[in-house]
């Protein structure tokens, strides 16, 4: 769990970065940015509910009057409560002197999951205000990850690591994708998790699909399964692929010279960008290291996604390693390391671990072998 001293820091630093970037209120909606800042994790509602974060103000966060008592229960620092009636207006009450008397517009800093509709009630009660993503002033904030929540982003890497080894002790020939996924989810929970968001399991061509959704396809022996699943333990997201290949007990059935040559690729391109992820390195260089090693093996055009996303409170979040993004990584910075190669129609591989920058170097989470999974099945 992240101390409560942690929110109380995090506040004061956004209103320190809203000040320097001249935004008058930051507007935290709900969501995984009211849960960094607050630990509150508030239902989406149609009513309001908004943390204000201002540079020289105490944060106050504005809640349905039938709110207050889950509110106050979930908070993890020390934030004024102000609660509205049905027939209040809370916008206003959001807003309060923010945007009124001033010469300039004022500009107001937005959660980028803030629904449209609140938005605009928003807009239509400050006309002459400018609006701007939360992201730009919180980006920098949530990117670079303390020892608590890297801590927990471990915690929850090596309870996804025991139930990929788990899955691949099998049995796996004979039960569906579906069958397989649903037993992922629940290991998922068993060992600590209390979501399990996601479960992709591509069995024989459908593992050439990078998000392909579990069916009800028969695993067979003679064929490869890339297994991608994660959830969340505390908070904090897991995020492991693993790739497996089925013999049902025969070797004749193993992987074929031209499957062991694609994957070895891949493990290459997996590990020398995994070495690369020093502080300071640009986060398209790399996704560059692994897409190199790929295209000089031939199948560059089969590499068809990012290397890595950033990830935390949410599964997806920045850095992400792509061509393009030339902001250097930091030490802080968790993300994804995931190259890939997919052969539509017949077979692909994948390898995915979660990494850290640290001070010293990059900091892998998983534990789980690397190599490929050659089991019964």
């Given at each position: 769990?992240?101390?409560?001293?942690?929110?109380?820091?995090?506040?004061?630093?956004?209103?320190?970065?809203?000040?320097?970037?001249?935004?008058?209120?930051?507007l935290v909606a709900v969501g995984p940015d009211l849960e960094y800042l607050t630990g509150y994790r508030a239902m989406p509602l149609e009513r309001l509910t908004m943390l204000v974060v201002a540079p020289d103000e105490a944060p106050v966060l504005v809640v349905p009057r039938l709110e207050r008592a889950a509110a106050e229960a979930a908070l993890r620092t020390d934030v004024r409560i102000a609660?509205?009636?049905?027939?209040?207006?809370?916008?206003?009450?959001?807003l309060g002197d923010v945007g009124t008397g001033g010469a300039a517009p004022s500009l107001l800093a937005v959660s980028d999951r803030l629904w449209a509709s609140h938005l605009l009630r928003f807009q239509a009660a400050r006309p002459g205000a400018r609006f701007a993503?939360?992201?730009?002033?919180?980006?920098?904030?949530?990117?670079?990850?303390?020892?608590?929540?890297i801590d927990l982003l471990r915690r929850a890497a090596h309870a996804a690591d025991r139930v990929v080894t788990r899955i691949a002790a099998g049995p796996l020939v004979g039960r569906t994708e579906v069958d397989v996924a649903r037993e992922v989810r629940e290991r998922l929970?068993?060992?600590?998790?209390?979501?399990?968001?996601?479960?992709?399991?591509?069995?024989?061509?459908?593992s050439a699909s990078p998000h392909h959704e579990a069916s009800e396809r028969v695993i067979r022996a003679g064929e490869p399964i890339v297994l991608d699943i994660g959830g969340t333990l505390d908070g904090y997201g897991s995020d492991?692929?693993?790739?497996?290949?089925?013999?049902?007990?025969?070797p004749a059935n193993g992987p074929d010279e031209a499957f062991q040559r694609l994957f070895g690729l891949v493990r290459e391109a997996q590990a020398s960008a995994t070495a690369a992820a020093w502080p300071g390195t640009p986060a398209e260089q790399v996704d560059a290291v692994a897409r190199g090693i790929i295209e000089a093996g031939g199948h560059g055009r089969y590499f068809i996604h990012r290397l890595g996303h950033g990830i935390g409170l949410e599964g997806h979040e920045e850095p992400y390693l792509v061509a393009g993004n030339s902001e250097p990584i930091e030490a802080g910075h968790a993300f994804s390391i995931e190259p890939g190669i997919y052969l539509e129609g017949r077979y692909g591989v994948r390898i995915e671990d979660i990494v850290v920058c640290g001070r010293d170097g990059p900091i892998v989470l998983n534990e789980a072998p690397r190599e490929l999974y050659v089991v019964d099945g």
């Open positions: 769990m992240i101390p409560a001293h942690r929110y109380a820091e995090r506040l004061a630093r956004l209103a320190a970065v809203a000040r320097a970037g001249g935004v008058d209120a930051v609660t509205w009636d049905e027939t209040e207006d809370p916008y206003e009450l959001a993503p939360a992201s730009s002033v919180l980006r920098e904030l949530r990117m670079v990850k303390d020892e608590d929540e929970i068993e060992n600590g998790h209390q979501e399990a968001h996601f479960a992709i399991v591509g069995s024989g061509p459908n492991i692929t693993r790739t497996i290949w089925v013999t049902g007990g025969d």
